[in-house]
């Protein structure tokens, strides 16, 4: 089965490749630096032909609210327009667990946006719904550093090794279109404040940790459910601390 990724250069995008290879699909990575961009429409047509599934893991280059808004919307509208053509049966994207919570996010508005357009498309389609990645965790953190402290809300968090999200969202990709979403996140569930507390600490990390409940994730103040999932999640087996230990020793 040919699929394609757009955003296939990324970090969940290069995992999926290498999957769905393994699986023995004709995977193809779409990207601007392969001579595909979803903002121009550059490559889009050739590099879908003969196509059954797209998968949509790309990301955008800022995150200020205006233009990540701008960036979903535009890279999904040219996407979903060179899909109907070429006869596309399953478009696959992957968005975040809690972006219906937190709307007032500007990313998170983006990606409701993004899978907005992809249900009303009328091209079978499945939301695959991720905690926060990983490898991800570094840059929550630098986000939310102030001097020498991190400032962090005591809410639950449950974030995702990204090889298992890659995982999750090619087995979807090659099932049957759910026309809905499935959630995905890691197998354990703490307070935001706690894990990064640990985590700077396994990091060596000299930075202090100070629990705050008006501490903003990315600019607004998250409920104390809203980056995690409801029940019927699936769920990793990678735990953080040995994911660290085992990219530490890469
Ligand atoms: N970070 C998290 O914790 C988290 C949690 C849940 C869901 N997600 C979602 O996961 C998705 C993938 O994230 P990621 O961290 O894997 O992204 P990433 O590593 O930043 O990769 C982004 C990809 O998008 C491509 N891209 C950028 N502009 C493009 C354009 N105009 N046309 C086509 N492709 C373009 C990039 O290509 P180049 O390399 O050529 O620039 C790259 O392949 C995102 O949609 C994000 O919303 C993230």
Same mark, same amino acid.
């Given at each position: 089965?040919?699929?394609?990724?757009?955003?296939?250069?990324?970090?969940i995008?290069?995992?999926?490749?290498?999957?769905? &290879?393994?699986?023995?699909?004709?995977?193809?990575a779409?990207?601007?630096?392969?001579?595909?961009?979803?903002?121009?429409?550059?490559?889009?047509?050739?590099?879908?032909? /003969?196509? +059954?599934?797209?998968?949509?893991?790309? @990301?955008? =280059?800022?995150?200020?609210?205006?233009?990540?808004?701008?960036?979903?919307?535009?890279?999904?509208? @040219?996407?979903?327009a060179?899909?109907?053509?070429?006869?596309?049966g399953?478009?696959?994207?992957?968005?975040? #667990?809690?972006?219906?919570?937190?709307?007032? @996010?500007?990313?998170?508005?983006?990606?409701?946006?993004?899978?907005?357009?992809?249900?009303?498309?009328?091209? =079978?389609?499945?939301?695959?719904?991720?905690?926060?990645?990983?490898?991800? #965790?570094r &840059?929550?953190?630098?986000?939310?550093?102030?001097? @020498?402290?991190?400032?962090?809300?005591?809410?639950?968090?449950?974030?995702?090794?990204?090889?298992?999200?890659? +995982?999750?969202? /090619?087995?979807?990709?090659?099932? +049957?279109?759910?026309? &809905?979403?499935?959630?995905?996140?890691?197998?354990?569930?703490?307070?935001?404040?706690?894990?990064?507390?640990?985590?700077?600490?396994?990091?060596?990390? =000299?930075?202090?940790?100070?629990?705050?409940?008006?501490?903003? !994730? !990315?600019?607004s103040?998250?409920?104390?459910?809203?980056?995690?999932?409801?029940?019927?999640?699936?769920?990793?087996?990678?735990? !953080?601390?040995?994911?660290? &230990?085992?990219?530490?020793?890469?």
């Open positions: 089965m040919k699929v394609v990724v757009i955003g296939g250069t990324g970090l995008g290069s995992k999926l490749v290498a999957k769905l &290879g393994e699986h023995g699909h004709e995977a193809v779409a990207a601007p630096s392969t001579g595909v961009n979803t903002l121009t429409g550059e490559g889009l047509a050739e590099v879908l032909a /003969g196509a +059954q599934v797209v998968i949509d893991v790309s @990301n955008s =280059p800022s995150f200020e609210p205006a233009a990540v808004l701008k960036f979903f919307e535009t890279s999904t509208r @040219n996407l979903l060179a899909e109907a053509p070429a006869g596309v399953h478009h696959v994207a992957l968005s975040v #667990v809690g972006t219906e919570r937190m709307p007032e @996010n500007g990313y998170f508005r983006a990606k409701i946006a993004q899978e907005q357009l992809i249900e009303s498309s009328g091209i =079978p389609f499945s939301l695959v719904h991720a905690t926060q990645f990983f490898e991800f #965790v &840059g929550i953190a630098d986000e939310s550093t102030d001097g @020498n402290t991190v400032r962090i809300a005591p809410v639950l968090f449950q974030p995702i090794a990204g090889e298992e999200v890659a +995982q999750a969202v /090619g087995r979807v990709a090659v099932g +049957q279109p759910l026309n &809905g979403r499935v959630e995905v996140a890691g197998p354990e569930q703490s307070r935001m404040d706690e894990f990064f507390r640990d985590a700077l600490a396994a990091w060596g990390d =000299p930075r202090t940790v100070v629990t705050d409940p008006q501490a903003r !994730y !990315y600019g103040v998250p409920g104390e459910r809203t980056l995690v999932p409801s029940e019927g999640a699936t769920l990793g087996k990678i735990r !953080y601390r040995d994911w660290l &230990g085992q990219t530490a020793a890469k």
